[in-house]
Structures are given as structure tokens and as C-alpha cells.
Nanobody, 126 residues
Framework: VQLQASGGGVVQPGDSLRLSCEASGRTFSRTTTAWFRQGPGEEREFVSAIRSSDRLTNYADSVKGRFTISRDNAKNTVYLQMSGLGPEDTAVYYC????????????????????WGQGTLVTVSS
């Protein structure tokens, strides 16, 4: 399985951006896909996750109400729609995949995920 993250760029505070994460290779009916991010000098942190069949979602408190995760199963693609971006959202964004339905208590843990994409850089600056 390979993950390809895309959609990053340089935006101004208050702007919106949509990231995409496309999975290729073997396909599975039940998966959990997450977005993590790593800002300069910071540890990688959880942003959001979605399960494939029941569409259950989970968000970090810092992005709740501003970011929306969604998926297109036909395209094996997960999206992260980001709005109201601020400098604190500047980071490399990584998508990650677990081949199964992760339990809620483990959605935010990096160790849950088997596969990781290469990351896409989001820079929010005026």
C-alpha cells in the first residue's frame, strides 16, 4: 500500500486549503485514515481521522470546527478541508492508514497506523 499526500502550499491567514491522500496498491474494505502534522521543531501530532465504512470521524481540539475530513471510497482518497487557517497550522501534513477499523481510543495514536505518506507542506503566512 502506498499513500500519496498532496494539496499543500503557501496561503495567508484566514484562507482555506484542501489536502488529498490517495491510497494505491492493495485495497481493503475496512480502513482508517488519519492526518497528522508536524510543525517546525515540534512533535508529530494528530489532526483528524475517518473510518471507511461507518464514516466515523475524530478531530483534534485545535482544528475542530475549522477542518473537515471526508473520503471518496471509489477513489480511495481521503480529503482534509481546512478553513480559517492560521500561522499555528503551518506544518508538514502526513496521511496515515490502518488496515482495519481502529477503535476510537486509538484513533489519535501514531502507533495505530501501518502506512504513512510522504507529507505535504502547508505554510500559513502573511
Amino acid at each position: 500500500v502506498q499513500l500519496q499526500a498532496s494539496g499543500g502550499g503557501v496561503v495567508q491567514p484566514g484562507d482555506s486549503l484542501r489536502l488529498s491522500c490517495e491510497a494505491s496498491g492493495r485495497t481493503f474494505s475496512r480502513t482508517t485514515t488519519a492526518w497528522f502534522r508536524q510543525g517546525p521543531g515540534e512533535e508529530r501530532e494528530f489532526v483528524s481521522a475517518i473510518r471507511s465504512s461507518d464514516r466515523l470521524t475524530n478531530y483534534a481540539d485545535s482544528v475542530k470546527g475549522r477542518f473537515t475530513i471526508s473520503r471518496d471510497n471509489a477513489k480511495n482518497t481521503v480529503y482534509l478541508q481546512m478553513s480559517g487557517l492560521g500561522p499555528e497550522d503551518t506544518a508538514v501534513y502526513y496521511c496515515a492508514l490502518f488496515l482495519g477499523h481502529a477503535i476510537v481510543s486509538r484513533l489519535r495514536e501514531r502507533g495505530t497506523y501501518d502506512y504513512w505518506g510522504q507529507g505535504t507542506l502547508v505554510t500559513v503566512s502573511s
